[in-house]
């Protein structure tokens, strides 16, 4: 018997009715340059609700986890340490991905 898993998300969500209208239309391709325009204004968008007017922002097509993945394995070397200032459920998590792929966090 598979092992109780603690599920974190907001539920229910409330979904305006416009989005739910959105999920009836056609999908557009990952290549279509439709949706190589509207990623670039969502991005220009992201930037100004996170105040980055420098740096780059990301989008991530996946859960926190991928995120947490991604920020690892781009920024730190296998056996390489790094510090996570973290406490509670993120910063376990963090620790857990890091030693899967051979980093070590300082806690």
């Known amino acids: 018997m598979p092992k109780e ?27 279509s340059p439709v949706l190589v325009e509207e990623l670039k204004e969502a991005l220009v968008n992201l930037k100004k609700i996170v105040f980055c007017k420098k740096g780059e922002a990301f989008m991530v097509a996946g859960d926190g986890t991928l ?16 510090l996570v200032l973290s406490q ?18 300082v806690e």
């Not at 690892?72 to 790094?82: A, M, W």
């Not at 509670?88 to 966090?105: K, V």
């Open 67 to 82: 995120a947490m993945e991604m920020a690892i394995l781009n920024t730190v070397e296998k056996r390489e340490s790094f």
């Open 5 to 31: 898993q603690l599920l974190m998300i907001p539920d229910p969500s409330p979904v305006h009715p416009r989005i739910i209208n959105s999920l009836s239309l056609p999908t557009v391709s990952h290549v």
């Open 88 to 105: 509670g459920f993120s910063g376990e998590r963090m620790d857990q991905i890091a030693q899967s792929f051979d980093r070590d966090i």
